[in-house]
């Protein structure tokens, strides 16, 4: 069995949202928790004081995404309070306004996520970023694979203390198993080359069958004098490596270049599939979705209904109110609609003034009544433009199949119908005949 190492995220119904800072400089307290505040939306507990620090703790430490924790405080003058927060698991910064090598050993070895040196001209960017990205490794899962109990909990407890998600897997058959599992997504994978059994890059192999680059990050570890290895774990698959033995800080790097780029990489995969005006999916975002949805509808023998819902005469509205209006009208129109559909729908802009929308178990009967409720909502949106009412209205076609013969057929009827409600006149519903 894959043992679970880290829960993803304490069991509270608030979600952790709060940062401890304990300094007893008030300028730098103020400063950090501004910035908190402002830029990563969170809420900043200040302490002046370890007895301060201990009764945040003591009153909300669960609901505590981080920690920036000075080393020297009046009633703490040898770091206690790191113990104080890093005993209760909550990821630490150190802010310390010198680092000499056995301050740096002992912080490492007592279990901070980073430490920032004060004074330097950005150490509070660092520090902030130094948060967003433990709050942003709350979300994501990480496996680590070896064979060797020490060195797979070593490895467990440094990506803990970055916030990750985290589980392990002994060997590359448990790792394979886990990755098959729907549930939680693991989106990082570091794994030893040396397994009994499958080894690092026939598991590597293995996982790139399956897993793009940028949905799964993986570094491979080998260790020292094993040039080769390395390039080998990178020509398997693997994003990154690490020789063994490492420095934490290296490692850490490492890891977080690599999510760094696994979510740039999701962030373009996302602006290839949205509509940067409304901010619904696009054609090539519903096409993908609506395959699944045919597939669904075959196996349930449920309905599958699509409405194409276009706009009337909005060459007219850009005309008159100018195309900025009519930009401001596609966003309303859109938020509107996405209020109206169910969470299992499927909404999207098609182009230009026309969406679609496929909903799941509804029939022809069914399918009307919700086009109907959405051409009333249209035709009472109120959206206003440089102190003007703009009116819309929409002509849309409605389809059901159960099951469609494809996504393109069951488009096509919606289509035809919404072009006979364009033909008899305009904001009205038509219905596919079923030929
Ligand atoms: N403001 C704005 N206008 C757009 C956008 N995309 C398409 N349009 C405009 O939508 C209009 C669509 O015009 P037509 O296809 O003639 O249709 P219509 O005027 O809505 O008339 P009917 O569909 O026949 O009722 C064009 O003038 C496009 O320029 C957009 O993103 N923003």
């Known amino acids: 069995m894959v043992e679970q190492s880290c829960p ?19 300028s ?28 945040l703790l003591d009153e909300k430490a669960e609901r505590m995404v981080a920690a920036v924790l000075d080393l020297n405080l009046p009633d703490a003058p040898d770091g206690e309070v790191v113990r104080d927060v890093v005993s209760r698991d909550i990821p630490v910064i150190v802010l310390t306004a ?5 301050l740096r050993d002992y912080l490492i070895r007592v279990g901070v996520a980073d430490y920032v040196v004060k004074g330097a001209i950005d150490s509070l960017d660092t520090v902030i970023q130094g948060l967003a990205r433990i709050r942003r490794n709350r979300g994501i899962g990480a496996l680590v694979v070896d064979d060797s109990r ?19 897997a002994a060997n590359g058959e448990q790792a394979l198993e886990r990755m098959r599992k729907p549930d939680s997504e693991i989106r990082l994978v570091i794994c030893d080359q040396n397994m009994p059994g499958m080894d690092g890059i026939t598991l590597i192999r293995n996982l790139r069958r399956q897993f793009p680059a940028h949905r799964l990050g993986i570094i491979g570890v080998s260790s020292y004098g094993s040039g080769l290895l390395s390039a080998r774990l990178l020509k398997a698959g693997a994003n990154d490596f690490i020789t063994r033995p490492f420095l934490e800080e290296e490692l850490s790097v490492r890891v977080n270049q690599n999510v760094d780029l696994l979510d740039l990489l999701r962030q373009a995969e996302d602006f290839a599939r949205r509509d940067p005006l409304t901010g ?16 669904t509808s075959e196996r349930t023998k449920q309905p599958l209904a699509a409405l ?34 169910r969470r299992a729908d499927l909404l999207a802009r098609a182009g230009g003034e026309e969406f679609y929308i496929l ?30 009412r703009i009116a819309i209205s929409a002509s849309i076609g409605v389809a059901s199949f159960s099951p469609p013969p494809s996504v393109e057929v069951l488009v096509e009827a919606a289509d035809l119908a919404m072009y006979a409600a364009k033909k008899s006149g305009r904001n009205n519903v038509k219905l596919a005949t079923q030929d």
């Open 150 to 168: 020490s060195a797979r909990l070593h490895l467990v407890e440094l990506l803990r203390r970055w916030g990750f998600g985290c589980e392990q």
């Open 280 to 295: 619904l999916g696009n054609r090539r975002y519903f096409a993908e979705l609506a395959a699944t949805l045919v597939e």
């Open 359 to 388: 909903s799941l178990g509804l029939d022809l009967e069914g399918a009307k009544k919700f086009a109907e409720r959405i051409r009333t909502s249209l035709e009472q949106l109120e959206v206003r433009y440089a102190g003007q």
């Open 28 to 55: 730098i307290a103020g400063l950090l928790a501004e910035r908190i505040d402002d830029e990563l939306h969170l809420g900043p507990l200040v302490a002046y004081d370890r007895a301060q620090a201990k009764r």
């Open 8 to 26: 993803k995220s304490s069991a509270t119904s608030v979600p952790p949202d709060l940062v401890l800072v304990v300094e007893d400089s008030r």
């Open 98 to 102: 010198t680092l000499e090598d056995d």
């Open 308 to 341: 194409v819902v276009d706009l009337d005469h909005f060459k007219q509205i850009n005309d008159d109110f100018g195309h900025a209006a009519g930009d401001a009208a596609l966003r309303s129109v859109a938020g509107m609609l996405g209020e109206s559909v």
